[in-house]
């Protein structure tokens, strides 16, 4: 079978990384944070905002649009 190096090697570093901490995840949560911070790189939220968007346009809607595209009749 067929190894990729670099997907190896990668795998090491992961595994040594999460050795030295025991393999605590909140530890090592704690450690990804303190180096995100010190980096001094902005962090972006890319997480979805709540709200009244469209499934597919993304568009805001608005809850009076339905006139526009279907025909009310009063009765």
Excluded: C
């Excluded at 025991?22 to 450690?31: I, P, Q, S, T, V």
């Excluded at 962090?43 to 568009?59: A, D, F, T």
């Amino acid at each position: 079978m067929w190894t990729d190096e670099i997907v190896e090697e990668i795998h090491q570093i992961r595994e040594a990384y999460a050795k030295s901490f025991n393999y605590d995840l909140d530890a090592m949560f704690e450690d990804l944070r303190k180096k995100e911070a010190e980096s001094g790189r902005e962090v972006v939220n890319l997480s979805r905002k709540p709200g009244l968007k469209s499934r597919w346009s993304g568009r805001t809607k608005d809850p009076g649009d339905e006139k526009k595209y279907f025909q009310v009749q009063d009765n």
